[in-house]
């Protein structure tokens, strides 16, 4: 079984499906496809090699490589391709034969205007675009059926947010719903915790003070990615949520004041956290750009910002620039506020969307919210295998 | 109470406990601090109000900040300056006042000197330094005196490795070793995880084939922190454990290959890890760099590299760099290479210390290890408290 594909392989990624091979040539140091648009797409000898998805380079049950990626000749080329059943075969010098499907192939060319395509789906917002017609999803509805739970996360993924409605007030829906995504990100705070006025606060959340929009845990190394705040009781007065699409804002200070924004991706902020028995610190950037030069996150928390680790020569630039953010994240064009009711779950990206509420009068009334988190990676890797069981009932 | 100090902000932070102040000068934008050892640290204004500790600033029960950074005039400046019983007394021009030992200016201090003061103490280590007399601690001194366990986990820290002896033979020893430093950081493994030859393995480690040395979880983004390997039963014949110091192998990768170096802390690798109900991806740099320019993490499994998502020119450059470090981290002056007996748990950090382990033969004997992870955040945490409480038993 030395010439095929692993099982993994075979799956169909979103909107690539509809491209099909027209040619393959060989140059001198990769292989050139011609997809049925017209592009062409370069494929390294040596990438091809050490991605073979046959038996003897792949274990056929765990999926994992078992073949050697230093031991491929920098130097390789094939000896032949050929293009099958709109498939990429490559035999190499050794005899060795590798497959590839012209779905796998173009999920994964790596030319400019193939990963300029497959960009994440973000649609940033201000808060007249949502204010009347914000994301919601059916807790039933996503709870007892996948496809319905694939489009909410798909929903979430592109604006960063969406009110679940229909929780009642049991305080276990809240876990119960993060776990139909994946295991909850246990911190200090506990896996899920409950956000209420109380006497001996260990974080400001936990009083009934105003809280600007900001991110959670931003003392800790991975903020976590989905936040859930499901609100059980709300008759106390006051407390009004607000939503922040920190996306939005930190692109609206790139077009108003490039410096600012330079400045916040590259000076690292610092935050902590403290309390009897913790005391996590981190230094990261407030606007932090991934491996493509896109929003990665955004960080940000006055609560707990932290005693600056940077160069002296940076301090003012970077006060300089957090402020220039704080004060544009706080003009109402951003800020969607709004009254979570009793059966409401906030849902939101924890690392773009930051939220935030209006003090209110524990006296007045009962609040209480209960709250959990997922990570990102398990978020992302839901869609993934939703959309992988999806195709896979389409054919 | 507008004029004091926050209670975290009394601890002692190792290694500056001996510098006093000498005297403290006004400049245009900061406070020019002279130590007794006659070094000089500034302090920018605008740092030092945002800093302030007094109950007015921060939260007197849960300790986070309750001014607003914002607020801060860039150009303030203080009033007057004077050093009180070893305390530096700021007055501003709206007569807040604000004061903050010398102790915790000491460990704040930004000035290129007291920044490189504060590194990380790190040994980096060849298969020599440590086969003779590896970095050991015993199980039940651990659990039972914090003072053990602190000097166990600085030991860890220095070192990224350390032996834990006289564990047994019980399943429930090792998650209950992690959690004195933390809670448990769960994956699609789940919290308690079990190393053994099985018939349909989702991961290589549940064959019997040999694992060369490489990190955990290099799918996800954040790699964990801590890993503990117990051996319950090793009766099969081969399946020596490994131990390689990633960030040695860095370091010489850096002396003869500068090269490759730069591309590994530039070009992100791509990793992926799939089963039937998860697909995790990640691309980061093989090694990389915190925002001091110290080693942060490596990143290094060649079961799990993905295709690349780079740029085109960046292939090939990759797999030259990808092959210096792999051929470098396999010879054996970096190779740690011995035998776990029942008992003993290895325990690493995941992150610098690159472990695996030879093939072994099921049909010899049984083998069974059980591992889980801790967090970086959470393990230096525990180091902060556990030194925290250290100097309040001092006093």
Partial sequence: ????????????????????LTSALRDTNWVTVRW????????????LRDN????ECRHVIAGERMSDPASIP???????????????????????????????????AYDSVSRARSRRPLQLWNAADVAEAPPTAQFDEVMSDDTALLEWLLRLQTYGFTIVRGMGSSPGNVPMLAKRIAFLRDSNFGQVWEVRSEPKPDSLAYTSVKLTAHTDLVSREAQPGVQFLHCMVNEAQGGESILVDGFAVAEALRQQNLEAWQTLIRVPAAFRYQNDDT????????????????????????????????????????????????????????????????????????????????????????????????????????????????????R
Avoid: K
């Fill in 74 to 108: 920098l130097d390789l080329i094939a000896t032949d391709v050929v293009t099958v059943d709109d498939s990429l075969l490559v035999t190499w010098p050794d005899a060795h034969r590798s497959s590839f499907s012209a779905q796998w192939l173009a999920a994964h």
């Fill in 279 to 394: 005391d996590v610190c981190a230094s990261f950037p407030v606007i932090r750009l991934d491996h493509r030069n896109e929003y990665f996150e955004v960080r940000y928390s006055n609560a707990l910002l932290a005693p600056l680790d940077c160069d002296r020569d940076d301090v003012l630039p970077f006060y300089a620039a957090y402020q220039a953010f704080s004060l544009l994240l706080r003009e109402p064009r951003f800020e969607y506020s709004f009254r979570l009711e009793a059966g409401d779950c906030e849902v939101f990206d924890n690392r773009r969307v930051m939220h935030g509420r209006q003090a209110f009068d524990p006296n007045t009334g009962r609040r209480h919210l209960q709250g959990c988190y997922v990570d990102t990676d398990d978020f992302l890797s839901r869609i993934r295998v939703l959309q992988r069981q999806s195709d896979f009932r389409l």
């Fill in 52 to 55: 073979c998805g046959c038996a």
């Fill in 36 to 47: 049925s648009n017209g592009h062409d797409s370069p494929f390294h000898y040596v990438w």
């Fill in 1 to 20: 079984v030395s010439f095929g594909q692993n099982q993994y392989m075979a799956v169909i990624e979103q909107g690539h499906a509809t491209l099909t």
